[in-house]
């Protein structure tokens, strides 16, 4: 256990140093790294997963349960000492956050199956996300839960979530049928946005089956879930908390489910888009990781609300703290509502409200769409002139960013006195970073919805 935290200390520690030597290419988001989300995590043709773990309770000499890997697909040999470090660190790692809720465990005759995912940073700062399904196998008489683990390097919530679907229909027949099924999904390319891909699977007495999986036609949308947040915050609370988020403060979220800590944890992230979270990010805390909170650089966590007390006695600078069993903000900085431009938050705020309202009317995929575009709206009308600041040289590879005038570009005061916060995070520097590098922006869907809006103004000024 200890080694498992001192891990995660190097890799804060190794996050503050690159702050300290403000070098912004060492902060890597979940996401990616300043990119377009519609390219990065979710690359077609890659492998859906790396392993498929089973995780189970296994009782120690003091008569608590423990988290151990008892399965591992697919077993890798002949690696390098380097790659089976990693791959150690890893599997130690897993079991942490696969039963985050601490030891205190015993056998039990019903358990409502969970989803819920987390994400681990490997210490060159790539990630790779746990995707979790926590389930009681079938039998007779009291029995432990044990939890199905898929690490893959693509952020896709929606689908692995179908695929853990297939494993625990799967589980309640035999483990064996597991196995054929997760082979062919690994032999099988990652779909491109909008594709589908088919899996074959035998299962005894119902014979070959033909799954379909399907990626979403938004490849930005994949990972995320904001129904979960509408159903838990008001819209006021959520422009709140997106302000912090914005200026990279600390946050801290509260609930006893795993599945609603994961998943208010990722749609808040992906309020950000096209920015990435560039910082600590732990959708939920192990027991023995409270101390996270603690860390003085931005951070953005899930804690199981049965740990407040814990968390309240660290020595914490200042946070956000939010309830989501409630609906409310347990600790706040004071100045979470003054944070937004007023006239860009109200309009995201009455779109907000009529979602909210409106919710039983919209699919999850619509109200996906609706919510983010509230959003991505607000980063059009902020930055969206960013390229017509970028200057090149002839000849240049590279370009040059001239933040003065970008900023005095904004006619707004109150905008321009955002701004220029907005413009010392990381997250708008590695945004920025990368479109120094291309004179041609990718054709994403941030740059569309930049097009529209040029296009929208246009004809007031030809008249």
Known sequence: MSSISSFFRQSLRRRREGKAEGSAAEQTPPLGKGRDRSSVLSSAGQFFFEYLVVVSLRKGPDGQYEPKVTYQFPKRENLLKGQREEEERLLQAIPLFCFPDGNNWAPVTEFPSET????????????????????????????????????????????????????????????????????????????????????????????TELIELTRPVDAHLEHVEFQALLQRLSPDLILRIFG????????????????????????????????????????????????????????????????????????????????????????????????????????????????????????????????SEAFVRFFVRLVGHYRAHIKWGRGGTVGTFQERNFRQAVPSRTCRKFLKRFMKTNMFCLFIEEAQKSRNPPEGYFQQK??????????RRDS
């Open 244 to 371: 912090s988020a914005v200026l990279e403060r600390r946050l801290i979220f509260l609930a006893e489910e795993l599945s609603v800590l994961s998943q208010c944890i990722h749609a808040v992230a992906a309020l950000l888009y096209p920015f990435s979270w560039a910082h600590t990010y732990i959708p939920v805390v192990p027991e023995c990781l409270l101390g996270t909170v603690c860390c003085p650089t931005p951070f953005m966590v899930g804690i199981q609300k049965r740990h407040l007390e814990q968390v309240l006695e660290q020595p914490m600078e200042e946070a956000l703290m939010v309830d989501l069993c409630q609906g409310r903000i347990i600790r706040a900085v004071g100045d979470e509502e003054q944070i937004l431009p007023g006239k860009l938050q109200d309009e995201v705020l009455m779109s907000l409200n009529r979602h909210s309202s409106n919710n039983n009317v919209h699919s999850s995929e619509q109200l996906n769409t609706l919510v």
């Open 116 to 207: 819920f995912s987390f994400v681990l940073t490997n210490m060159d700062g790539s990630r790779k996300i746990g995707y979790c399904r926590r389930l009681l196998p079938s039998g007779r008489g009291v029995r432990l839960p044990e939890v199905f683990c898929i690490i893959s390097c693509l952020g896709c919530f929606g689908l692995f979530s179908k695929i853990l679907d297939e494993v625990e229909k799967r589980r309640q027949i035999s483990m064996a049928v597991i196995y054929p099924f997760m082979q062919g999904l690994r032999e099988s390319p990652f779909p491109a946005p909008g594709r589908s891909v088919t899996i074959r699977s035998f299962i005894p007495e119902a014979g």
């Open 450 to 459: 930049i097009l529209e809006f040029q296009e929208q103004k246009k004809p």
